[in-house]
Every structure is written in structure tokens, then in C-alpha cells.
């Protein structure tokens, strides 16, 4: 007997909080990255494994908030604990290993691809592990090339991701991308979902056997949201990472020497010039005031 499939039992209620959990678990991910890359301290791996524990939450989080929306017509639908809570482990080792690469190899292409890859892998697992957990009077089964393609789509979202860690800079330009990210993941679990029939054994038990799914789920997520908002509160106190290199702390741009043309002669700033200033606009009384022979240059 075919099931009939619901992934939209609240209607936009669900999708929406998903992909807000998405964002917020990318967007904790992301600015943590980056302060462990622009800023090399001693807290380098504890910021990395806030990173990967914040993403791998958030994205777990989002899976499973998804999944209050989903039901099935004819049978109800419980989920097995120990293999649930499995599966946010194997995003946080996943993801962790990923970002681990990147932070301590380097942001060059081949890490940014193998960590990617890794980190999509995992947010896939832990996708179709989650789904391992379900119990119901029946089997679930799944069309191949749109698994494939799910599959697809959260390696890339994972790479794109890395690549904004250490590409993007600024705060308004990080909330852009995991904004991107959060589409990403959110567009990744409802392909995967895309192929789910279920397939009912005999006669199917009444819906009203067991609880509601979100009854059964919502004290499951309370645990990673509370740490959501904790790394949150990390985040906010640390003006570093919230803002980036304050502008006293950058490096200064040298000015480009353009071939043909002179470059400007500068005078040390203890002769009481400001460096950058040309040394022909020295005038004979400031020289004679700071003590400063002219030459034939002059």
C-alpha cells in the first residue's frame, strides 16, 4: 500500500523556522571561522570547534524542525532516539573535520574542495541517517539520481560556505552569506525529501496511535537551540568577530609606483615633516627651524 506523503503539515510555519535555524547555526559557523583564520591566537581551535559544532547544530536543528512538518496519511510516525541524536554527532564530527582542514592547511583550493566535500558529506549523513531513525508500519525508499542530486547540492552549499569564511569580509557581507547558506541547506533537505515514497505494510495503523511528530521532537531540540544561543552570546561579545580588524589595526596600502613616473620623495617625520609629504615643499625657514641642511636636490 502507497502512503501518502505530508511534508507541509503547518503549512509555511516549518519551512520558515528551518531555514531561520539554518542561517543562524551557518552565520555563528562562518563568523567563527573567520576569526580563527584573520586572527591566529591561542584560541584557534576552540573558536574552529565552535565554528563546526554551530553549523553541524544549526543544520541538524533545521532538519528536524523540517521534520515536524512531515507526516504520513495512514500510519503514524515516531523516531528512535539513540540513532536521532547519532546523527547530529556525525554532523558536528563532519563538519568539524572540514573546517579543521581549511583552518589549519590553509584557504587554498584543493583544502577548500576536500573540506567541502568532507563537511557536505556529513550534512548529507546526518540528513538520511536522521531518516534512518523514522519508525513506521512500513518502508521508506528513495528515487536514486534525486538522492544524487541532494547529495550534490550540499557539497557545494559546504564549499561555497568554506570559501565565504575566508573570502567574505564585514559584517553585513557574512549575513548575506549565510543567508546563501541557508537557502542552500534548506534547498538540500527538501530535494532529499523530494525523494521519499513510503510504502505501507498491510493494514496501516490510525495516525492517532502515537503523538503528533513535533510532540515527539520538540524536546529533542531544546538542548541544541539553548547552545545556539549561547554560541550566539559568544559571538556578540566579541567585537573582533562580530566587526573584523578595526581600521588602526590594518596593514597600510602602499601607493602603486606607476612605471615613467617619479616617484615622491618623503622626509622622516622626526625633521617635524609628516611622512608623505614631498621634500621639495620643504621651504628654507623650516629647514633652518628643524635644523635641516638643503641640499642640491632641493
Known sequence: MQGTVDGFSYGLVTPVASFLMACLGGALGLRCTTRSLRHRDTFKAGWLLLGATSIGTGIWTMHFIAMMGFSVQQAPVDYDRPITFA???????????????????????????????????????????????????????????????????????????????????????????????????????YTAMAAVSVHLNGAAAPATATAPAASLLLPMLIGPAVFLILAAVVVMFDPLLVMGDPEWRRTPVRAVHRPGVPAPRHVPTHYGVPAGRPARRITRRTAAVHGVHRSQDW
Do not use: C, K, P, Q
Request: net charge neutral; hydrophobic share 55%; aromatic share 4%.
Open 87 to 189: 546523527s547530529l554527532g556525525v554532523a558536528i564530527l563532519m563538519v568539524g573535520i572540514g573546517i579543521l582542514i581549511v583552518g589549519y592547511r590553509g584557504a587554498t583550493a584543493l583544502t577548500l574542495v576536500t573540506g567541502g566535500t568532507i563537511t557536505g558529506l556529513g550534512i548529507a549523513t546526518m540528513h538520511y541517517l536522521g531518516m534512518a531513525g523514522m519508525r513506521l508500519h512500513g518502508r521508506i525508499e528513495y528515487d536514486t539520481a534525486t538522492v544524487a542530486l541532494s547529495v550534490v547540492i550540499a557539497v557545494v552549499a559546504a564549499t561555497t560556505a568554506l570559501w565565504a569564511a575566508v573570502s567574505v569580509h564585514g559584517f553585513l557581507a557574512s549575513l548575506g552569506a549565510s543567508l546563501v547558506m541557508g537557502v542552500a541547506v534548506s534547498g538540500m533537505h
